[in-house]
């Protein structure tokens, strides 16, 4: 009897030691998670408000005694009428500048009246406040960056007698609001993006009254044939009739670089039954 009893007690003391030992390392582990909080946050860099501030107003270039940009607020305006405002901070004596890239000049010496910094190029661009602003203010008063493309729809009707039957060619240039970003220095050496739009053309082709192509072609269609890191600094500028001959009608389209030398040439062929296909054309 005393054996039994002795057994049943054991029972219930392992039973409590089990669920003892449980609540003992929940307390401990709720301990641990309400300590104190791992601080995960980056530290925010104060930008130089004071700085800033000193920066306002119209600065002009001390060798040609030219505007050299404006300030206002957080942006900087450029006399070129082509460039875009860029937005700017000042972190820790350093100007930095987002325009089409994000661009940092070093801060020599700042005061209210002058401006002595280094561009990439490591030369120092010293410049002062202007005290003519009423002249100078006119250098900016156009706040909208000017496009540099043609910006109008362009239209060619072509009629063109092919193997006995009689073709119409149609190419139509269409700008568009896809605004193409491409970096440029000022005469300070600052980076600033001028601003061109993209065009969409329309290429269509009948024989007598029937249709037997007819595309709307993007620059990005052409991507085989510009490289990947120059595709968005292009514009499909236009789409010729060059010639007809075996192959169907030729169209050279042509991918520019804008304010550059550099361009693509592409042969669009499409043919009397309506199937196209692109080659390169050969630099001559």
Avoid at 62 to 87: K, L, N, Q, W
Avoid at 116 to 144: A, M, Q, R, W
Wanted: charged share 25%; with cysteine; net charge negative.
């Amino acid at each position: 009897m005393h054996s039994a009893m002795r057994s049943i007690l054991n029972k219930h003391i392992s039973i409590f030691m089990r669920r003892f030992l449980y609540i003992i390392m929940v307390v401990v582990l709720f301990s641990a998670c309400g300590g104190k909080k791992q601080d995960n946050t980056l530290p925010v860099v104060e930008e130089d408000r004071q700085a800033k501030q000193l920066l306002q107003g119209i600065w002009v270039n001390t060798v040609d005694e030219e505007p050299a940009f404006r300030v206002e607020g957080d942006s900087i305006y450029y006399p070129d009428s082509t460039s875009m405002p860029a937005h700017f901070m000042i972190i820790a004596d350093t100007l930095i500048v987002e325009g089409g890239t994000v661009v940092k000049y070093p801060i020599i010496r700042q005061s209210e009246h002058v401006l002595d910094f280094k561009n990439p190029n490591g030369e120092t661009v010293e410049l002062v406040k202007s005290d003519n602003t009423e002249d100078d203010i006119t250098y900016f008063e156009t706040k909208h960056p000017v496009v540099l493309n043609q910006n109008r729809t362009i239209k060619r009707d072509t009629v063109i007698a092919y193997n006995g039957e009689r073709y119409h060619c149609y190419v139509q240039v269409n700008p568009t609001t896809y605004k193409v970003i491409k970096s440029a220095n000022t005469d300070e050496g600052m980076e600033v993006g001028n601003v061109y739009y993209d065009n969409t053309i329309h290429v269509a082709v009948f024989k007598g009254a029937v249709k037997k192509y007819s595309h709307d072609f993007k620059k990005h269609e052409f991507v085989q044939f510009v490289p990947k890191d120059r595709i968005n600094q292009v514009i499909l500028s236009d789409m010729i009739l060059m010639k007809t001959d075996a192959e169907g009608f030729h169209h050279q389209a042509q991918l520019c670089v804008p304010d550059s030398p550099s361009s693509y040439v592409i042969d669009v062929v499409v043919s009397a039954d309506g199937k196209m296909v692109m080659k390169e054309v050969p630099n001559e």
